[in-house]
């Protein structure tokens, strides 16, 4: 049983930053592709950023530059580097887990951007 649990979310402030951290027990991260997607209210959920085939990483472009995705192998943990914050990114942040066809998910944390 995968479980995915998030934490770091909260209020912060235009420009400042936040990191996100997905703790994700038994994960093998070679088998595994990790990422994190945001749901704001009102819109579908979408991807930020993921590690990719082979290690590599991608991000939706509104957030290149600004956040950087890492993992730790030895905690099992996936973070979410955010920086230069904006109220357009007030949302709820997944982490998701995929293996072929087989996709899980934490509950979210909440990531408000607002002065």
């Known amino acids: 049983q995968v479980q995915l649990v998030e934490s770091g979310g909260g209020l912060v402030q235009p420009g400042g930053s936040l990191r996100l951290s997905c703790a994700a027990p038994?994960?093998?991260?070679?088998?595994?592709?990790m990422g994190w997607y945001r749901q704001a209210p009102g819109k579908q959920r979408e991807l930020v950023a993921a590690?990719?085939?082979?290690?590599?990483?991608t991000y939706t472009d509104s957030v290149k530059g600004r956040f950087t995705i890492s993992r730790d192998s030895d905690r099992n943990t996936v973070y979410l580097q955010m920086n230069s914050l904006n109220p357009e990114y007030t949302a709820v942040y997944y982490c998701?887990?995929?293996?072929?066809?087989?996709?899980?998910w934490g509950k979210g944390t909440q990531v408000t951007v607002s002065s």
């Open positions: 998701k887990a995929q293996r072929y066809d087989m996709n899980y």
């Open positions: 038994g994960i093998i991260f070679s088998i595994y592709h």
């Open positions: 590690f990719t085939s082979g290690g590599n990483t």
